[in-house]
């Protein structure tokens, strides 16, 4: 699979397929406006997203994305720009407009 998101605010999910061809698996408005980042942690089962409404979600791969399995609004006070799952998955790294990076612990911080 592959996740995209967009200036449309939407968070996409792709079912890339044994054929090499992309479909759309899920469509989700996620954000209140553009969506900057998208990050998968490194064993799949979460997604991280960030964007120009100062939010921080994170959703569960594997569910239909209803809602947030957790989320931090005002994260940086403005646009967040990116983010990163850290490899074994209990931090996650953003960075925004503020000219900060911050470090995330997974468990307590995004609960």
Do not use: K, Q
């Not at 449309?8 to 044994?18: F, M, Q, S, V």
């Not at 209990?90 to 000219?99: E, F, Q, S």
């Amino acid at each position: 699979r592959i996740v995209t998101g967009g200036y449309d605010r939407a968070l996409r999910i792709w079912d890339t397929g044994t054929d090499f061809s992309s479909h759309l698996f899920e469509r989700l408005e996620a954000h209140s406006s553009g969506i900057f980042s998208v990050a998968f942690s490194s064993d799949g089962s979460r997604i991280a997203t960030v964007g120009s409404d100062d939010a921080l979600r994170v959703w569960y791969a594997a569910s239909d994305l209803s809602s947030p399995l957790s989320e931090r609004a005002n994260a940086h006070g403005g646009t967040i720009l990116s983010a990163a799952f850290s490899p074994d998955g209990t931090r996650l790294a953003t960075a925004g407009l503020d000219n900060a990076l911050r470090v995330w612990d997974t468990a307590s911080d995004l609960s």
